[in-house]
């Protein structure tokens, strides 16, 4: 199984960037996924997660609003849109995939990718 994170680079105060995260997991549809984050110096933490069909989202308090989890099944495709990043969003950034718990936390998450770094700078 692989997760390959894509999309992370330097933004500004302000910007955007959307994430991809590739999953090679069979069938893709069954899974939940969620991103996670770690800052410098602090543990990884949830961000968001979408349960299989895409109905289902769930956010940190300190991305909802501004981040959107999507997911198209077919191409076996997690999305992470990124709107209004501030310094406190740089971080490296994580995929993860889990069958059996909603939502998925650093403990019961069953894949994960190896990050992609987001940098937000003024």
């Known amino acids: 199984v692989q997760l390959q994170a894509f999309g992370g680079g330097l933004v500004q105060t302000g910007g955007s960037l959307r994430l991809s995260c590739a999953a090679s997991?069979?069938?893709?549809?069954?899974?939940?996924m969620a991103w996670f984050r770690q800052a410098p110096g602090k543990e990884r933490e949830f961000a968001a997660a979408?349960?299989?069909?895409?109905?289902?989202?769930i956010y940190a308090n300190s991305v909802m609003g501004r981040f959107t989890i999507s997911r198209d099944n077919p191409k076996n495709t997690v999305y992470l849109q990124m709107n209004s990043l501030g310094a406190e969003d740089t971080a490296v950034y994580y995929c993860?995939?889990?069958?059996?718990?909603?939502?998925?936390?650093?403990?019961?998450?069953?894949?994960w990718g190896p990050g992609t770094q987001v940098t937000v700078s003024s």
């Open positions: 993860a995939a889990g069958l059996k718990y909603w939502p998925l936390t650093n403990a019961n998450a069953r894949y």
């Open positions: 997991l069979s069938p893709f549809s069954s899974y939940t």
């Open positions: 979408i349960r299989w069909s895409g109905e289902t989202t």
